[in-house]
Nanobody, 120 residues
Framework: QVQLVESGGGLVQPGGSLRLSCVAS????????MSWVRQAPGKGLEWISD????????TYAASVKGRFTISRNNAKNTLYLEMTNLKPEDTAEYYC?????????????WGPGTQVTVSS
């Protein structure tokens, strides 16, 4: 019954911004660390960011550090990813998942994802 529904993707020009959202249900969201991962064309799944269950500590992959910001609203069971200064290399399907950098692969539940395309 775990559900993760991503939204907010779209087509943007290089240098643009997007805000992704993930609405969670079926588990105690407020007690679960969460991550964003992505899959670019022709590449495998790449972890890009995680956040502790209280939202105090966030960690980022080098590829997005300084450009993306992860956050959460536990009252709304929602995870966010603010993306700025987008580059063509950021083009990918974006997913949210339970866990942190070292544990997210243990989870089997995925949402439909949301597509981000960065192109001029």
């Amino acid at each position: 019954q775990v559900q993760l529904v991503e939204s907010g993707g779209g087509l943007v020009q290089p240098g643009g911004s997007l805000r992704l959202s993930c609405v969670a249900s079926g588990f105690t969201f407020s007690m679960s660390a969460m991550s964003w991962v992505r899959q670019a064309p022709g590449k495998g799944l790449e972890w890009i960011s995680d956040i502790t269950y209280g939202g105090i500590t966030a960690t980022y992959a080098a590829s997005v550090k300084g450009r993306f910001t992860i956050s959460r609203n536990n009252a709304k069971n929602t995870l966010y990813l603010e993306m700025t200064n987008l580059k063509p290399e950021d083009t990918a399907e974006y997913y949210c998942v339970r866990g942190r950098e070292d544990t997210w692969k243990d989870f089997r539940t995925w949402g439909p994802g949301t597509q981000v395309t960065v192109s001029s």
